[in-house]
């Protein structure tokens, strides 16, 4: 007989067009590179009734709703395209789609090939007519002479000559004269409705195939640490699932997107706050929503869909501290103790395009009172961060003005 094992296999995940029907058909495109051994869990209820009886046996069990199901995965995180020269700007993956689904939405614009001359660190020229108002609030990989810099667009001028962008904060080189800016994808926190998804496991067995469906996440949390590639543990809520039976024992196959390399300075890892430099040993980027159940009298497993009745997100930085002068970074915290709000911008890999990602908090303040922890022998500070309202942006359209962003370029 076939022994199904727990860390050969493929899993898919995949929007719906609707709630209540699964998708059925995947494409390499919509495959997760996730960490083995991996073993779905199957939930059942069971509803027993304390009934009279005339012996001490027990009662008569009854099957129940296979909602709620949760799943929880693992999976280094990935860029969006295997070419060191994409062409167009960047398309939703399984990455982005989990991350979309969590914040609420997702979308792409600001590539160009037609940066020009005499921009500064803080002002990036283009062609004239090249530009597009509706960039404001993307973020665009620029070149420089020895790699690339992410900035974060906060205005868009085409009434000048040539068109000028101003970014929310300088990136640390000067551009080049011409060549490529990178459009991202950027997904970001709103109050956006979100389709369910699909989530499709394939077993080294050939009749290990079970599907989930009409599920969203609960929560996505991105654990960044100096010298390691990024990871991502996301725990995602079903209302359903069938045991297809068939299918399963999936030929090899490689995957369609590149693992982000590790966050190290030599792959354009840099991490800012008002302009300035931080060190950070690690980063932890946690995104939740909390999630009613919809009952349904009518509906397969009792239950029609999934609301998401709050979204939230906070930021875990954990550095070594050379000073107990002052516990929170410089512009987060001044010196007379109290909290102000400034934006922080973590740039996890920006050398190579279709692999780099960016991460922004436009308005962050501190959360909780610095605390201090050991890392290694080396006194270290804990810090906490949230997002406040935002309006700096001079677009009026999103991702502009949103209080939380990630890019991939």
């Given at each position: 007989m076939a022994i199904s094992l727990s860390n050969k296999g493929r899993v898919a995940i995949k929007q719906q067009a609707s709630w209540g029907t699964a998708q059925t058909s995947f494409a390499s495109t919509n495959y997760l590179e996730i960490e083995a051994p991996f073993v779905p869990t199957l939930a059942r209820e069971t509803i027993r009734m304390n009934t009279f009886r005339p012996g001490f046996t027990e009662a008569e069990i009854i099957a129940g709703s296979k909602s709620p199901t949760e799943l929880t995965f693992r999976f280094p995180?990935?860029?969006?395209?295997?070419?060191?020269?994409?062409?167009?700007?960047p398309t939703i993956f399984p990455d982005a789609l989990l991350i979309k689904t969590v914040l609420g939405s997702a979308s792409a614009d600001a590539y160009t090939t037609a940066l020009a001359s005499t921009s500064t660190a803080s002002v990036i020229k283009i062609t004239n007519g090249s530009a597009d108002t509706a960039w404001r609030g993307y973020a665009q990989l620029i070149p420089h002479a020895s790699g690339y810099d992410v900035g974060w667009i906060q205005n868009v001028d085409t009434t000048v000559?040539?068109?000028?962008?101003?970014l929310l904060a300088s990136i640390p080189h000067?551009?080049?004269?011409?060549?490529t800016l990178y459009?991202?994808?950027?997904?970001y926190l709103s109050t956006e409705t979100q389709l369910p998804l699909t989530f499709d496991y394939l077993g080294s067995d050939s009749s290990a195939h079970v599907r989930f469906y009409d599920g969203l996440p609960t929560s996505v949390r991105i654990n960044i640490a100096a010298k390691q590639v990024p990871m991502v543990e996301v725990t995602v809520r079903f209302l359903n699932w069938t045991n297809v039976g068939t299918g399963g024992a999936?030929?090899?196959?490689?995957?369609?997107?590149?693992?982000?390399?590790a966050t190290i300075g030599a792959n354009g890892s840099y991490f800012?706050?008002?302009?300035?430099?931080?060190?950070?040993?690690?980063?932890?980027?946690?995104?939740?929503?909390?999630?009613?159940?919809?009952e349904c009298t009518n509906s397969s497993q009792g239950v029609s869909e999934l609301v998401a009745t709050n979204r939230n997100v906070t930021v875990e930085i954990v550095r070594t501290q050379n000073s107990l002068e002052n516990l929170g970074l410089d512009g987060l915290q001044n010196t007379a103790g109290s909290i102000d709000v400034d934006p922080i911008q973590l740039n996890v890999a920006t050398n190579t395009p279709g692999r780099a990602l960016s991460i922004l908090i436009p308005a962050a303040v501190i959360l909780e009172q610095p605390t201090l922890q050991d890392l290694g022998g080396k006194v270290a500070t804990r810090l906490l961060l949230g997002c406040t309202p935002y309006t700096g942006d001079t677009g009026s359209t999103a991702p502009a003005d949103t209080p939380f962003r990630i890019a991939w370029l």
């Open positions: 995180m990935h860029g969006w395209s295997s070419s060191a020269s994409p062409t167009t700007d000559a040539p068109d000028t962008e101003s000067t551009p080049s004269s011409s060549g459009g991202s994808l950027v997904a999936p030929t090899d196959a490689t995957y369609a997107y590149p693992m982000l390399p800012q706050e008002s302009n300035q430099d931080f060190c950070a040993a690690t980063v932890t980027v946690t995104m939740t929503q909390e999630l009613s159940e919809v």
